[in-house]
């Protein structure tokens, strides 16, 4: 079933918004890839027609959204779904595989083993904040800046956030993003692969060290002043 309304709150930077229904009725929750065709960018007041579908947490949220005046492009169709599907199955063993890189070079020596400990935190947190900020863009809550998330991707969080954007569908659809993203990956790379070198190594070695002396409970304590005991009589004690 089809429905009308129109867009009266649009986030261009955020990818999302929400459509007042034009027969009443709570505001539908609308994302950037729920748009038949995305060629066109949306903006706020414009009309448009749509479907409902149901999110995981039960909330209502616009699906085959189309502008009035043209003609709905069903997403439905078999072709998209399994190119949608191989994309994703790519994108989630290129994220495995990596990980399991990094980890076999770690066993083997060829990085050091807090470099693989790093990417594999980093990944569950950077899975986890996309998973957050999905859903509080769902509930048009305080969101988590695009920033942060670069950043959880630039220090060897990128697999995690890989795998989050196929599987959650966020982010996924927004170019400006993706661009910058795919920046992240390529410069944590490059970084990962100097640390492999054996000046990489010695450097990250070096750089630790420094920094584990530095913290308080490695620093070299204190010598406390010394107290000698002598057996000399004060003035005015008996003599023996």
């Known amino acids: 079933m089809r429905h009308q309304g129109k867009i009266t709150t649009w986030r261009d930077d ?13 505001q539908v929750f ?13 903006e706020e007041n414009d009309p448009v027609t749509y479907g409902i ?31 949608a599907l191989v994309r994703d199955a790519v994108a989630l063993v290129f994220a495995a ?12 020596g060829r990085i050091p083993a807090t470099v693989a400990g790093l990417y594999l935190v980093a990944s569950v947190i950077a899975f986890f904040a996309y998973g957050f900020d999905k859903s509080a863009a769902m509930r048009n809550q305080w969101r988590t800046r695009e920033s942060t998330l670069h950043l959880f991707s630039l220090f060897g969080g990128w697999p995690g956030a890989l795998a989050a954007q196929r599987l959650f569908r966020h982010k996924s659809a927004k170019l400006s ?3 910058t993203f795919w920046i992240t990956v ?10 492999s070198s054996p000046s990489g190594t010695q450097a990250f070695h070096s750089a630790t060290s420094q920094i584990w002396r530095l913290m308080p409970e490695h620093a ?15 003035p005015g004690a008996p003599r023996r």
């Open 14 to 26: 955020k990818g999302f918004g929400f459509i007042t229904p034009d027969n009443g009725g709570k």
């Open 30 to 42: 609308l994302h950037a890839s729920a748009f038949s065709d995305r060629r066109r960018r949306p």
């Open 53 to 83: 579908a149901v999110s995981g947490d039960g909330r209502s949220q616009a699906k085959a959204v189309t502008f009035v005046g043209e003609r709905p492009i069903s997403s439905a169709s078999p072709s998209r779904n399994i190119v």
């Open 97 to 108: 595989c990596f990980l399991l890189l990094v980890v076999t070079a770690a066993s083997r």
């Open 177 to 179: 993003f993706q661009v």
């Open 186 to 195: 390529v410069l944590n790379c490059g970084v990962l692969g100097w640390l």
């Open 220 to 234: 070299p304590a204190e010598r406390a002043p010394m107290i000698r005991w002598t057996n000399k009589p004060g």
